[in-house]
């Protein structure tokens, strides 16, 4: 039992040594490089060429010679066994997770870690700054429909620099659109002068509505010059 112990040990101990796991390093021959480079680029540059170059000549229509057609044919044929082994060494990646192509498999070359220790230094700035951005704009694109901007501007207005210019500013132009009232209507009890339309639809949108030129609860709206007409009554 101690024989086959140790021959099954040996033959573990074999297969591990012939095996790589990725934690060896870097172990390429000059050989390995050399041919590396002259397959990955000369080989790719020179068929490039070659098809390129049988297709400008037409070698494979059936007008040219028979030896030019018989070269097509057989560039077709390596070009089909290509991708197919190149697929099938695809399949065996994927369950293997060795030797990424064809290239790789035949100079039994692999990608391995530089160091046996390294430690991957991955950041999350980016990750978390992008998660950040996107609650944070979710949660403006949900409190927005629910803000109402006459709201957010009579509440503002008391705060704003303009406060003692907007106090004195000529009563002849509506606070809203900014323009000379075509049927003026006057904000109660304060007495600024608005458009109609202007002051009904903040009134309508907005019970708690101020003016804008002071502030003041909006009760009421007269018609410049006739009766009190009450919010309450336009709604």
């Known amino acids: 039992s101690r024989v086959a112990l140790s021959r099954t040990l040996h033959c573990a101990t074999l297969y591990l040594s012939a095996v790589r796991t990725g934690l060896e390093g870097p172990g390429l021959t000059v050989a390995q490089k050399m041919w590396y480079c002259i397959a990955a680029v000369g080989g790719q540059y020179i068929w490039a060429r070659l098809q390129s170059f049988s297709a400008f000549r037409r070698w494979g229509d059936s007008e040219q010679r028979p030896l030019a057609r018989r070269v097509w044919g057989l560039m077709q044929r390596i070009e089909g066994l290509y991708k197919a082994a190149s697929f099938g ?4 990646f994927l369950y293997t997770g060795r030797y990424r192509n064809l290239i790789e498999r035949a100079l039994r070359a692999r990608l391995v870690y530089e160091s046996p220790n390294m430690n991957r230094a991955v950041s999350f700035e980016y990750l978390n700054r992008q998660l950040v951005w996107n609650e944070f704009s979710e949660m403006l694109l949900l409190l927005l429909p629910l803000l109402n901007s006459s709201t957010v501007k009579s509440v503002l207005h008391p705060f704003s620099k303009n406060k003692s210019s907007s106090s004195t500013e000529d009563d002849s132009t509506c606070p809203i659109c900014r323009a000379s009232p075509t049927t003026p209507y006057l904000a109660l009890p304060c007495q600024h002068r608005y458009c109609y339309y ?7 949108a907005a019970p708690s509505f101020r003016c804008f030129r002071c502030s003041e609860p909006v009760v009421a709206m007269q018609r410049h010059g006739s009766i009190v007409e009450h919010k309450t009554h336009n709604q």
Do not use: P, Q, Y
């Not at 060494?89 to 065996?92: D, E, F, H, M, S």
């Open 89 to 92: 060494n695809l399949l065996l």
């Open 198 to 204: 202007c002051l009904r639809t903040r009134c309508a």
